[in-house]
């Protein structure tokens, strides 16, 4: 698609349930991040993947959290037994290569009643 | 103590002024630096890419860069009404590949 791509763009889940949030990065593009952000702050980064692997998933704030783009193109983030804490903005987006221009999605509002 | 300080605002401007936007950071390692721009409820859109010390201009926008300071800035002329966003500075060391470290926002409205 033209742009980064991510499903769904809201969802309301019930605090400890699991909860899958996808992304389809820029085609082509090789680099894809996960930020998180919460209301009135900057984005965080989460983690980002070079290819299938995980090069920096030094952002992950614990172990509920886990990514993975098994094809080295769609990425799906996972958050397990969901806290209201974890209610942010999941931003993805994607870059050529690491350290090119990275472009964002419009995220996935997650809301954790 | 956060890494990268932003005023978050509220600022608001007349349409036609000139808007100063502001980040501090603390670590001298970063060499990247990067202006977002973020309407509501959507995606962060880059403006402004600026490698190292120096400005940078792209028509109505001026980035600059001090890292003797610690500090950036970003400069809007001739505001308009579609300016009203949130932006955001960003930046990363030279081998941390997509990992930004982000300022809080800084909430811009322009008034006609």
């Known amino acids: 698609g033209a742009g980064v791509s991510q499903t769904p763009s809201n969802k309301v889940t019930e605090k400890g349930k699991y909860v899958e949030l996808r992304c389809d990065p820029i085609?082509?593009?090789?680099?894809l991040y996960w930020y998180r952000q919460s209301l009135g702050q900057g984005p965080e980064f989460l983690i980002y993947?070079?290819?299938?692997?995980?090069?920096?998933d030094s952002g992950l704030p614990n172990d509920r959290f886990f990514a993975v783009r098994p094809e080295g193109s769609v990425s799906t983030l996972k958050i397990q037994r969901t806290e209201r804490g974890d209610s942010a903005v999941y931003l993805c987006a994607s870059s050529l290569f690491s350290g090119n221009t990275i472009y964002f999605g419009e995220g996935s509002w997650l809301t954790v009643v | 103590q956060k890494e990268v300080e932003q005023d978050p605002g509220p600022l608001s401007v007349p349409e036609g002024a000139i808007v100063s936007l502001n980040c501090t950071y603390s670590?001298?390692?970063?060499?990247?630096f990067m202006w977002y721009r973020q309407y509501s409820r959507k995606g962060p859109e880059l403006l402004m890419y600026t490698y190292s010390s120096g400005n940078k201009e792209d028509g109505r926008f001026t980035a600059q860069v001090d890292k003797s300071s610690k500090y950036i800035s970003l400069f809007i002329r001739d505001s308009q009404p579609s300016d009203s966003a949130t932006y955001l500075c960003a930046m990363r060391g030279d081998n941390q590949g997509g990992k930004l470290i982000f300022g809080q926002g800084t909430e811009l409205s322009v008034k006609p």
């Open positions: 085609s082509g593009h090789t680099a």
């Open positions: 670590n001298s390692a970063f060499q990247y």
């Open positions: 993947f070079q290819g299938t692997g995980a090069a920096d």
